[in-house]
């Protein structure tokens, strides 16, 4: 690319990054907006903090597994229509919520929000590492997640200044809908691994072949799980002697058994089968999948990332989550009050933590190629002991502070690690990969953190049960850190085969 032609390249690699960040922030929005509506909602419709944990849950594991397609997706089929279809679906899904009359409903809602969201990390991502190829990459991942922050703080100031004003059904109608309107926007973002042209599948991509009877062989064992988990939670709920959520446990339990059973038999698969190598394309979406299966299986940074992601992600996420519940039955404020004491302090913490983390993790990055891991490591080692301290006080202005502190800290992560993850896998599969690293996490960290919580928090109380998230996230720093060891012989592989 000559002088001429690289002014405009990265005038439009900056205007994806601000649309994508943009998408995230929405995404982390609609998301996370549920969490700050926890009190009204378990008073309207009269349940119990397991049952809001559930909540959480239904979208993470949905989630999760949807994100592992969906990476696949992005590497086989256009990014943007991956990303397009996916926003338009979690917007009318997020409005939809605010109709409900039942808990049941609204699990089922959110559950198809968590489909639409699994297609935007992985493709997103993957278009940002072609945008961004080596220089400032974990800059611009940090920028791009700082959407999570942002996205999420604004969750909790809107859930409470909306909710306060317009109930909590209204609220989900407000924020759910402009996002229909920015999926079509995305629709025309261009794709430098693609030709120019209309949102159409990629022509050079491998034939897409998958066919339901094999689709059901591949996840057999969670299917009878969750048939067994549905039976067991109906014929436990006849007996009204039990404690309560002992159905809904039961059914946790025996799908989770179900799950581990399934992720096991593919992981038996892809020990058994030789990798297809760097210069072999995948003939379809089962080969695409055990590939990156095996890719993460035989990359050592991976698997300390994948580890310490899910530690890390249970951690931050479920803060997140249980938050304005806890300023509220702890400190004493209101809905409206707690989205005004969280939401602005997150949203500076956030975006420059967010900030901060990608800029510290490419300057070190220049110095020793672990750099970006010791950044990603270093927000939740420094992070930690200050939840600690917030969530064992009770002064509100003394909690505002070290809540800015953990989220700025904490926020540090995503961009270096994200940035990572792209250094050590090639580009042909780094969407796939992506998709299983978002599965991964998700499905092994705040999918099971959210539901522990509200047990907790309905045996123990929510401060003791929050008390435990800063250990888990020290853990998974102290785990991220086993990647320097690993980091520089994994991205030297990466450019060998690319050579």
């Given amino acids: 690319m000559n002088s001429a032609e690289a002014g405009p390249a990265r005038a439009y690699a900056r205007y994806a990054l601000a649309l994508l960040a943009l998408g995230n922030l929405i995404n982390y929005l609609d998301r996370n907006i549920i969490f700050a509506l926890f009190e009204p909602i378990r008073r309207d419709l009269g349940v119990s903090d397991t049952q809001l944990g559930w909540l959480g849950s239904a979208y993470a594991i949905v989630f999760s597994i949807g994100a592992l397609f969906a990476g696949v997706a992005s590497d ?74 942002l996205g999420g703080v604004l969750a909790v100031y809107l859930g409470g200044v909306l909710a306060t004003r317009f109930g909590w059904r209204y609220t989900l109608m407000i924020v759910g809908l402009p996002g229909l309107a920015f999926s079509l926007l995305l629709a025309r973002l261009h ?153 602005p302090i997150g949203l500076v913490a956030g975006v420059l933590g967010s900030w901060s983390g990608g800029r510290l993790g490419d300057a070190l990055f220049e110095r020793i190629g672990s750099g970006r891991v010791v950044a990603g490591a270093l927000g939740f080692l420094v992070g930690a002991p200050a939840c600690v301290v917030m969530l064992l006080i009770n002064d509100v202005r003394l909690f505002g502070l070290l809540f800015f502190v953990t989220v700025f800290f904490y926020t540090w992560y995503n961009g270096p690690v994200a940035a990572v993850l792209f250094d050590v896998v090639p580009r042909r599969i780094a969407a796939t990969v992506m998709g299983a690293y978002v599965f991964f996490i998700h499905i092994a960290g705040d999918a099971i953190a959210l539901p522990v919580v509200g047990a907790l928090s309905d045996r123990f109380g929510l401060r003791p049960a929050l008390l435990s998230l800063p250990m888990v996230g020290l853990l998974g720093g102290v785990i991220l850190l086993f990647a320097v060891f690993t980091v520089a012989r994994d991205m030297a592989r990466v450019r060998e085969q690319a050579a």
């Fill in 191 to 343: 794709d430098p691994a693609a030709r120019p042209g209309p949102v159409v599948a990629r022509r050079a991509a491998p034939k897409f072949h998958l066919t339901w009877r094999a689709a059901i062989r591949a996840i057999m064992p969670l299917l009878v799980s969750l048939a067994l988990a549905t039976a067991a939670w109906g014929f436990l709920a006849l007996f009204r002697n039990l404690p309560a959520d002992t159905d809904t446990a039961a059914f946790g339990i025996i799908a989770g058994i179900g799950l581990v059973w399934t992720v096991l038999k593919w992981v038996l698969v892809v020990l058994r089968r030789p990798h297809a190598g760097p210069t072999g394309a995948p003939t379809d979406v089962i080969d695409e999948m055990l590939d990156a299966a095996a890719l993460v299986l035989g990359t050592p940074t991976l698997i300390w990332l994948f580890i310490g992601g899910a530690l890390t992600s249970a951690a931050m996420n479920s803060l997140v989550a249980w938050s304005t519940s806890y300023v509220q039955r702890e400190l004493g404020l209101t809905l409206l009050e707690a989205g005004r004491q969280i939401g």
């Fill in 76 to 149: 086989l089929f256009s990014r943007r229509a991956v990303l397009a279809g996916g926003v338009a679906l979690w917007s009318g899904f997020t409005a939809l919520g605010g109709v409900v009359r039942s808990y049941w409903q609204l699990f089922a809602t959110r559950a198809v929000v968590g489909v639409g969201q699994s297609s935007y990390l992985p493709a997103a991502q993957a278009l940002l590492a072609d945008y961004f190829p080596t220089k400032g990459r974990a800059q611009a991942m940090g920028i791009f997640w700082a959407g999570l922050a």
